[in-house]
């Protein structure tokens, strides 16, 4: 059974950093994209990035919201992905779900996290 | 200001059939499959529809997807009241080289 569970949420300054983790279990974590996505207090759903499988050299690709201030990455000795978040900005409160892709041919979010809640105020 | 356009609600009584729909452009919806996800109140949103009309196991056939040029659809059929909660289309931007939402659509069964 798919298992995402992320922590390391919290309060953070404005300007601050905080990075989120996201423990992934019961799939080869290797071959699958895995996505970020992120959703401010009453608000929709929002796209934060993703990185891509081993046969993709686990590349990555941003929202224009947060390129160049979030890093997606990957610990695969722990199974697990990373969200490093730069410049926080009050915009930036949200939750953030940790998600898999639904297959290996199929790399839209299928199974998504409990989220963790990050909070950008002075 | 989201890329793809939902209505901000809808609703209907219990054993009718709701249609919530997903407007976008060529650069996404018209040239990508969507995706819809059912969200209620503090929980995780729930992979309802893939590939623009596939239902992942669980999901009763009372859901469905449709797509027709830039515009996608969900209907529920034979609505019951645990259907109330939030829905979001997804799908992939070629433009933007990223994933995009509709700003989710409220259902209200009465």
């Known amino acids: 059974e798919v298992h995402l569970v992320e922590s390391g949420g919290g309060l953070v300054r404005p300007g601050g950093s905080l990075s989120l983790s996201c423990a992934a279990s019961?799939?080869?974590?290797?071959?699958?994209?895995m996505d970020w996505v992120r959703q401010a207090p009453g608000k929709g759903l929002e796209w934060v990035g993703r990185t891509r499988d081993k046969a993709n050299s686990y590349t990555t690709d941003y929202a224009a919201s947060v390129k160049g201030r979030f890093t997606i990455s990957r610990d695969f000795s722990r199974n697990s992905l990373f969200l490093h978040m730069n410049s926080l900005e009050a915009e930036d409160t949200a939750i953030y779900y940790c998600?898999?892709?639904?297959?290996?041919?199929?790399?839209?979010?299928?199974?998504w996290g409990q989220g963790t809640l990050v909070t950008v105020s002075s | 200001q989201s890329v793809l356009t939902q209505p901000p609600s809808a609703s209907g009584t219990p054993g009718q059939r709701a249609t919530i729909s997903c407007s976008g452009s060529?650069?996404?919806?018209?040239?990508?499959?969507v995706y819809w996800y059912q969200q209620f109140p503090g929980t995780a949103p729930r992979l309802l529809i893939y590939r623009t009309t596939e239902r992942p196991s669980g999901v009763p056939d009372r859901f469905s997807g449709s797509k027709s040029g830039t515009s996608a659809s969900l209907a529920i059929s034979g609505l019951r009241s645990e259907d109330d909660a939030d829905y979001y289309c997804?799908?992939?931007?070629?433009?933007?080289?990223?994933?995009?939402f509709g700003g989710g659509t409220k259902l209200t069964v009465l």
């Open positions: 019961g799939f080869t974590f290797s071959d699958h994209y």
């Open positions: 997804a799908t992939w931007d070629n433009n933007l080289s990223g994933r995009v």
């Open positions: 998600t898999r892709d639904i297959d290996a041919g199929t790399h839209a979010p299928g199974f």
């Open positions: 060529n650069s996404n919806i018209g040239n990508n499959n």
